[in-house]
């Protein structure tokens, strides 16, 4: 690149943080503090919550079910906790582990870590006690904050894990019980940490859909010009409200946390996900944006008509979504009620923020992921790594700014010429848009044909009868894998597998009518509402 084009970019890059009020005219006073928060802390993926607070001290930071604090607040309630927690340690804490839903006390325990200068691990709160005892072994855990509701696993985890300190954030009888965040707060308020002896980072952990979750260590995530390309894409402004649904101990969750402690935005959240209750909180608190994963999205609009229509949301500018694939009926209808705001993000542990699509995207192609984000480039390859001709699906390869460290156990994603390898399949069509099939670990081999699940996925929910369906491949003597779909019914409406196969066969090749279709009541989730479909083969499916 040259300097033209360096200083292009640069400039660019300041244009979009200016307009969308991420850099502000301040006091000199605020930007001396600011510079002082980066000397101390350096630049990091929580740096942000600090900032905000030496920019705007007595603004408000976050709102949960506890009411809300400022941002100077929720600075001191993170000194005195990251002081609580050294002492309790009584030396360095190297990893700091937590297993909390979306309140004040996650982003307590996160600012805290940041602060000792620690790796903060963030945990699953659908984690069994194997599954929990496994991570927090591997990543070398030295405490963990945790909501009381999880004591049981965290007491079985901990068995295998020695010397591991419990502090738990969320209790619903904050004067008894173990050690809290609320106490060590209390006890070293107005007490700050000396400064940290590294830059720690964030480890987030992939979604796990297919095997062992793995911890990605994540640092800045890409900078001023990752920031940059997102808000030219999304329309977030300084200083607003937004109301993150998303779980927060997810990247999707976790990011949209992030940036708006870089922008000031002020987070609205609530512990558990509700639907309406979140309509309700866009609407007291005129939030501007509301990030969620898309099952979320989903559940408010099937919601009652009667429901919706207590709600307006018009305050709306953006609704931002992650994580998996939406129903195309749910982006549609959700947008003729609240307004074209509906941006489809496809993004990855890994990577960061990949491509977006906006209202005017979605409007035209409700299943697609938009376009590559400014510095941000895709090739769509085959097996010798050749690109595929346009609209063919091949392997989703990825070069941007925003790469990810590695994973904690010293392995690292697959790259080829600078590009990574997502592990997704996809195509793009002849406007530049991105369309994701599916996982490359899920084309199902049958007879020697290809099949992609979500081709099959797609065509069932197109029937009139089916809410939502997914399809896995299962081992066949003869044709070596076999379908075999799994369908959630509309509620009320009465419909056979031999129906619903004949469906697929009317407008589908032969062979990829699945030999099977079980009916259930609801498809399994986890906790940011990917459909595991390795448990529907151990727990529902054919053997």
């Not at 029937?463 to 997914?470: S, T």
Request: aromatic share 6%; proline share 5%.
């Amino acid at each position: 690149m040259t300097w033209v084009r360096r200083l292009g970019r640069r400039l660019w890059v300041f244009k979009m943080l200016l307009v969308s009020g991420m850099i502000a005219p301040l006091r000199p006073d605020k930007y001396l503090r600011m510079g002082a928060v980066i000397r101390r802390q350096g630049v990091t993926a929580t740096t942000g919550f600090s900032l905000a607070a030496a920019r705007r001290p007595k603004g408000t930071a976050l709102v949960d079910e506890r009411g809300s604090l400022t941002w100077g607040e929720l600075e001191a309630h993170t000194d005195a906790l990251a002081v609580g927690i050294g002492a309790l340690v009584g030396g360095p804490v190297g990893s700091l582990a937590i297993l909390c839903r979306n309140h004040r006390g996650f982003v307590e325990a996160l600012g805290a870590g940041a602060k000792l200068g620690a790796d903060v691990l963030l945990l699953n709160t659908a984690f069994s006690g194997p599954q929990l005892s496994d991570v927090l072994q591997r990543e070398g855990a030295s405490v963990i904050v945790y909501d009381e509701e999880f004591a049981g696993i965290v007491a079985l985890a901990g068995q295998g894990v020695d010397g591991l300190k419990e502090v738990v954030a969320w209790t619903d009888a904050p004067d008894a019980g173990p050690l809290t965040v609320d106490a060590l707060v209390k006890q070293h308020l107005g007490q700050r940490p000396g400064k940290a002896p590294r830059a720690g980072k964030v480890i987030l952990l992939t979604s796990g859909t297919t095997g062992t979750p793995k911890g990605a260590r994540r640092s800045g995530g890409g900078g001023a010009a990752a920031l940059a390309a997102m808000l030219d894409r999304i329309p977030w402004r300084g200083e607003q409200v937004t109301v993150v649904a998303a779980p927060m101990f997810h990247a999707w969750g976790f990011g949209q946390l992030a940036i708006a402690a870089t922008m000031t935005c002020t987070v609205v959240m609530r512990r558990r996900f509700d639907p309406e209750a979140t309509l309700a909180l866009v609407d007291e608190h005129r939030a501007t944006g509301l990030a969620v994963v898309p099952v979320m999205l989903e559940r408010i609009v099937d919601l009652p008509t009667e429901v919706l229509d207590r709600y307006r949301c018009d305050s709306l500018r953006f609704v931002t979504a992650s994580g998996s694939r939406m129903r195309t009926d749910a982006v549609t209808a959700f947008m003729d009620r609240f307004g074209d705001v509906v941006y489809n993000s496809y993004n990855a542990t890994e990577a960061g923020l990949i491509s977006t699509a906006t209202p005017a995207d979605l409007r035209v192609a409700p299943d697609t992921a938009g376009r590559p984000v400014v510095g941000t480039d895709l090739r769509i390859v085959d097996d010798e790594w050749r690109d595929v001709p346009q609209g063919e699906v091949g392997k989703i390869t990825v070069l941007s700014d925003s790469h990810f460290e590695g994973y904690t156990s010293g392995d690292s994603k697959q790259f080829h010429e600078s590009f990574m390898v997502s592990g997704d399949i996809g195509r793009v069509d002849e406007t530049g848009r991105l369309y994701v099939v599916g996982r490359d670990d899920e084309m199902i081999v049958s007879g020697g044909e290809n099949v992609y699940p979500l081709e099959v996925e797609e065509m069932l929910t197109a029937h009139e009868a089916v809410r939502e369906a997914a399809v896995v491949g299962v081992d066949d003597e003869a044709f070596g894998q076999r379908l075999v779909a799994f369908v959630v019914p509309v509620p009320g409406a009465t419909v056979t597998s031999d129906a619903l196969k004949l469906h697929i066969k009317e407008h589908l090749a032969a062979y990829k009518v699945p030999r099977e279709v079980t009916l259930l009541d609801e498809l399994p989730r986890n906790a940011t509402g990917k459909v595991m479909k390795r448990e529907l083969v151990a727990d529902g499916g054919p053997d």
